[in-house]
């Protein structure tokens, strides 16, 4: 079992920073590929980043790129997600997501484990 805790969300203005981090469980974290989504009511799960095990190789949505980082500290069992240049249409919940078979995906389904979410809100 793993268990995953977000952290960090919070209100900014457009054209802001801001970093959230996921804490993750387990003996196993540098294993697990990592990955960050985002969610607004009515709309499905988005991919934002992922990072993979093997190699620390990072991809990102399009929406993103150039603007949002992930990374990790495996001596920590944490993600982060940098967040730069902030827009309104950043403004969501994010949720972090551990893909135990270390690959990071861009499809939410290949993740096996889900944290509780923390909400961003980029002011205009």
């Known amino acids: 079992q793993v268990q995953l805790v977000e952290s960090g969300g919070g209100l900014v203005q457009a054209g802001g920073s801001l970093r959230v981090s996921c804490a993750a469980s387990?003996?196993?974290?540098?294993?697990?590929?990592m990955g960050w989504f985002r969610q607004t009511p009515g709309k499905e799960r988005e991919f934002v980043a992922t990072m993979t095990w093997i190699g620390g190789r990072t991809y990102y949505a399009d929406s993103v790129k150039g603007r949002f980082t992930i990374s990790r500290d495996n001596a920590k069992n944490t993600v982060y997600l940098q967040m730069n240049s902030l827009k309104p249409e950043d403004t969501a919940v994010y949720y972090c997501?551990?893909?135990?078979?270390?690959?990071?995906?861009?499809?939410?389904?290949?993740?096996?484990?889900w944290g509780q979410g923390t909400q961003v809100t980029v002011s205009s």
């Open positions: 387990g003996r196993a974290f540098n294993t697990y590929g």
């Open positions: 997501a551990a893909d135990l078979h270390g690959l990071g995906s861009s499809n939410r389904h290949d993740y096996d484990y």
